[in-house]
């Protein structure tokens, strides 16, 4: 049985009208120490105890008494009435027998039954409210990222209808055979888009950073992470010497990028004559 529908049981245990299989699997789950449970039956039954206190002391009083008897004898014309009194009426300040102590016990059982049940269905309603909650939290980030992917869309599509953009295609070395890359970019305007895909997780403490190459000198074209599939988005507003660019490789590096490129090769430009990226010595 789960943690929730064992939370559910609670009011009634509390009460002490819970029996069969569900008191066993309820008592078991107590035992190994769950003070979620503990902590909820302990302040049920002290507001039953509190309501046991207080219920016993309430009187009528005489105006409502009257009214009382009044309907009955409207509704009763000419029937014999059995006027009921207060025990303290008839025994004085005795205590009264057996046959009517158990009254204010039975009313207030009856009390504590209608205050579980209240519980109950109060407690599945936050239960419901919270998993409605969860999913429109998981509606607004889906949202979110259809709105990502819309903008991203319109950015390629920019790019796309402008006859200056070029489009340069990139592999995977040795170290992701698996991995590829695209960038589209815009000497004139020296803007890009570049898109990778099944690119390994980086290292905890490393980043994967872009490098464009002119006249054979590696310039930092910018940093991106990667998403669980190993996809990974960059927009490059001001790529340095677009115009003179010759190819482009994604490297591993230190997060936050590095002036010139010290790590393995994960993507290299399909065009490139080698796979070796080098800082100029």
Avoid at 27 to 41: D, F
Avoid at 83 to 108: D, R, V
Avoid at 137 to 166: C, H, S
Avoid at 177 to 203: C, D, H, M, T, V
């Amino acid at each position: 049985m789960s943690h929730e529908k064992l939370q559910e049981l609670c009011p009634v245990y509390a009460a002490g009208a819970l029996d069969g299989e569900e008191l066993r699997e309820l008592e078991k789950h107590l035992k190994s120490g769950c003070s979620i449970c503990q902590g909820q039956i302990r302040e049920y039954r002290e507001v039953m105890a509190e309501l046991a206190q207080r219920l016993p002391g309430l009187e009528f009083s005489a105006a409502l008494k009257s009214r009382v008897m009044a309907q009955i004898e409207e509704e009763l014309p000419g029937g014999r009435l059995m006027e009921f009194k207060a025990a303290s009426e008839i025994y004085g300040k005795e205590k009264p027998t057996k046959a009517f102590a158990w009254l204010p016990w039975a009313c207030t059982l009856a009390a504590g039954a209608v205050l579980v049940v209240s519980l109950w269905y109060l407690s599945n309603l936050k239960r419901e409210l919270a998993r409605q909650q969860s999913q429109l939290g998981q509606q607004r980030d889906q949202i979110y990222q259809l709105q990502n992917q819309l903008e991203r869309e319109k950015l390629v599509t920019a790019f796309l209808i402008n006859p200056e953009v070029r489009v340069t295609m990139l592999a995977g070395t040795a170290k992701s055979p698996r991995a590829a890359g695209k960038i589209l970019w815009n000497p004139r305007e020296k803007k890009a888009l570049f898109y990778a895909s099944n690119l390994p997780a980086p290292p905890s403490g490393k980043t994967y950073q872009l490098w464009v190459f002119a006249q054979n000198k590696p310039l930092a074209a910018g940093i991106f992470s990667v998403d669980p599939s190993g996809n990974g988005f960059l927009k490059i507003d001001s790529l340095a010497e677009a115009d003179k660019a010759q190819k482009f490789a994604v490297t591993l590096e230190p997060a936050g990028g590095v002036p010139q490129p010290t790590g393995e090769m994960h993507l290299l430009s399909l065009f490139a004559p080698s796979p070796t990226l080098a800082p100029p010595g």
